[in-house]
């Protein structure tokens, strides 16, 4: 069961690693690193339930880590929402608006 589990944690953070790495859309970028942090969380409460059971500390860290990403996703989204009304584009390039 933890192999499985780990296994697809792996495959969740390649995938949003190389979607990060290679997208060139900000909106793309924003959900691969969702996708990071979803990996991340399915190792801590896979662990936390593997090794101690009776105690939630993984749990806990995955719902601070939940919160941070809705925040993340909530300031995100306002970011490229304001990009896209001054540049009419979210591609990752072509946002050089903090150079001027």
């Not at 589990?5 to 979607?19: D, E, K, P, T």
């Not at 490229?80 to 009419?88: A, E, K, L, P, T």
Request: net charge positive.
């Amino acid at each position: 069961m933890l192999e499985n589990v780990l296994i697809l944690s792996a495959f969740l953070f390649s995938i949003g690693i190389y979607g990060l790495i290679t997208s060139r859309n900000l909106i793309r970028a924003l959900m691969c690193l969702e996708l990071i942090l979803n990996a991340v969380n399915l190792n801590l409460v896979t662990f936390s339930d593997f090794f101690d059971s009776r105690q939630l500390k993984g749990n806990i860290f995955s719902i601070f880590v939940i919160t941070i990403a809705a925040a993340e996703a909530a300031i995100g989204l306002a970011i490229v929402s304001s990009i896209y009304r001054n540049r009419n584009s979210i591609r990752i390039n072509q946002s050089d608006l903090l150079n001027k």
